[in-house]
């Protein structure tokens, strides 16, 4: 066998590829949630919060198919109607929840307390910043209007209808190092809040950070969150994060705002020749 020869990097991280909805923000992931709930109603289907939260991160037209391929939904679809779940009817959900989903986007776009904060470290840190998102093209330029208004302006956003596979395969992140033109993969960080989320960022070769309380998981907004007591506050991120973890992902926060010391320790364990 001939030798290989790996060339190590032990610098720092050049690049944070951030998610938007429970991430950056939308608190609680709700815009996509609620527009699901309303595509199935239309068809005579109700769903609950959970069912459609459980694909969350994912291309929004395979999240249709993921919630309809469930066995409690699928069940009520076939005592409405009679029959099976068929391709045509995703089609004619998804014609119906890109509508639905453009017109709430704006509702649920304020930045999650802490993103301001952290994009700042990163431009300290000389990082440049990414996005991916299970939102396409047409439904990421509202977010991105919404978050450029409140002072977040990424440096490369990349939707889900810009590359082969959405979540959890990687291309999406490695369309940011192109466009950023940054390498090795080891030298970027992904961060999310969905299991997905965690995927993209281990098949792209990236260090990954998963976010916890904000995000899907627990799935609730900030007021909500707010109205918790300390213990069922707990409980919840407790649980979240261990799915998380349970992906694979390096590091699991509550939030955005504790992403910065996590970097820290990324940069010390990449000067120690470690890699994701």
């Known amino acids: 066998m001939e030798p290989v020869?790996?060339?190590?990097?032990?610098?720092?991280?050049?690049?944070?590829?951030?998610?938007?909805?429970?991430?950056?923000?939308?608190?609680?992931?709700?815009?996509?949630?609620?527009?699901?709930?309303?595509?199935?109603?239309?068809?005579?289907?109700?769903?609950?919060?959970?069912?459609?939260?459980?694909?969350?991160?994912?291309?929004?037209?395979?999240?249709?198919?993921?919630?309809?391929?469930?066995?409690?939904?699928a069940a009520r679809w076939r005592q409405l109607k009679g029959r099976e779940v068929r391709e045509q009817d995703i089609e004619a959900m998804y014609?119906?929840?890109?509508?639905?989903?453009?017109?709430?986007?704006g509702r649920y776009a304020r930045l999650i307390p802490g993103t301001l904060e952290a994009l700042a470290d990163f431009k300290a840190r000389r990082m440049l910043t990414g996005t991916t998102t299970g939102y396409?093209?047409?439904?990421?330029?509202?977010?991105?209007?919404?978050?450029?208004?409140?002072?977040?302006?990424?440096?490369?956003?990349?939707?889900?209808?810009?590359?082969?596979?959405?979540?959890?395969?990687?291309?999406?992140?490695?369309?940011?190092?192109?466009?950023?033109?940054?390498?090795?993969?080891?030298?970027?960080?992904?961060?999310?809040?969905?299991?997905?989320?965690?995927?993209?960022?281990?098949?792209?070769?990236?260090?990954?950070?998963?976010?916890?309380l904000t995000g899907n998981e627990v799935g609730l907004n900030e007021e909500e969150v707010a109205?918790?007591?300390?213990?069922e506050r707990q409980r919840r991120t407790r649980e979240a994060a261990a799915k998380l973890a349970a992906a694979g992902a390096h590091y699991v926060v509550e939030g955005i705002w504790e992403v910065p010391p996590v970097l820290d320790d990324i940069n010390r364990r990449l000067a120690g020749g470690e890699k994701p």
């Not at 440096?155 to 950023?180: H, K, S």
């Not at 109205?227 to 213990?231: K, V, Y």
């Open 136 to 212: 396409t093209r047409a439904m990421v330029e509202v977010v991105l209007q919404e978050a450029q208004r409140q002072g977040y302006r990424p440096d490369c956003t990349v939707a889900a209808d810009e590359v082969p596979a959405g979540r959890p395969q990687p291309y999406a992140c490695w369309q940011n190092a192109i466009r950023l033109r940054v390498w090795p993969a080891e030298a970027c960080v992904k961060i999310g809040d969905t299991t997905p989320d965690v995927g993209e960022g281990l098949n792209a070769g990236m260090w990954t950070v998963a976010i916890a």
């Open 95 to 105: 014609a119906d929840f890109v509508p639905l989903q453009l017109a709430c986007l």
């Open 5 to 73: 020869f790996r060339r190590g990097y032990r610098g720092s991280l050049k690049c944070a590829i951030l998610d938007w909805a429970g991430t950056t923000l939308d608190y609680g992931v709700y815009a996509p949630a609620v527009a699901f709930l309303d595509v199935f109603r239309r068809q005579g289907v109700e769903i609950t919060m959970a069912e459609a939260r459980a694909p969350m991160g994912v291309h929004k037209k395979d999240h249709l198919r993921r919630i309809a391929e469930t066995p409690a939904v």
């Open 227 to 231: 109205a918790l007591a300390p213990e």
